[in-house]
């Protein structure tokens, strides 16, 4: 039975109230938190497929990357556990940070894995390019004097003290 409401001018009908199960329809259809942990992000975007469900507004999706910033020891190497764990090798960049002392230091590093095989941290080594040592004319005119001077001499040195961005992302692609 519907119900009138005058107006000055006209009237219209208010529609009778709901019932029950109509209300109990109505909430069955409408759609519901998430119970699932959000998937990780992807290399192009998809839509997904669930039509009755949403995220909430603290879902968080897991990540992808670790990043940390360290400083090599006096021999030229620093560990780095990552912030997260990858179950394949991941892809590492790195980057000299900070005030140089000398030239830019080339950095390589070994990858650390736990007992399940998971890659967990790596180890970072830095080098850099040494100057060679001071030869005066009078050495290049005597063999014995320049072989003294080069004897032992090694172009690379630890990077003892460098700062370091070291980053390691998921990999994407196969290796």
Do not use: C
């Not at 670790?66 to 021999?75: C, E, G, H, P, Q």
């Not at 390589?108 to 005066?136: C, H, M």
Request: hydrophobic fraction near 40%; charged fraction near 20%; aromatic fraction near 8%.
């Amino acid at each position: 039975m519907s119900r009138f409401f005058p107006w000055p001018l006209f009237s219209f009908a208010l529609p009778d109230p709901a019932t029950s199960a109509e209300v109990a329809r109505l909430k069955d259809q409408m759609p519901k938190p998430a119970d699932v942990m959000p998937k990780p992000e992807t290399g192009t975007a998809q839509k997904g497929t669930s039509q009755d469900r949403f995220a909430t507004e603290d879902h968080q999706h897991p990540r992808l990357t670790s990043a940390k910033n360290v400083v090599l020891d006096a021999n030229g190497y620093a560990t780095v556990e990552f912030s997260r764990t990858f179950d394949t090798e991941p892809a590492m960049a790195y980057a000299s940070l900070g005030a140089i002392d000398g030239p830019v230091p080339d950095f390589s590093g070994e990858l650390i894995k736990d007992t399940s095989g998971k890659f967990v941290g790596i180890k970072v080594y830095g080098e850099r390019k040494k100057a060679l040592p001071l030869i005066t004319g009078l050495a290049l005119l005597n063999i014995g004097p320049l072989v003294t001077l080069l004897t032992g001499y090694k172009p690379w040195e630890p990077a003892a003290g460098a700062k370091v961005s070291v980053i390691a992302v998921a990999n994407s692609g196969t290796t």
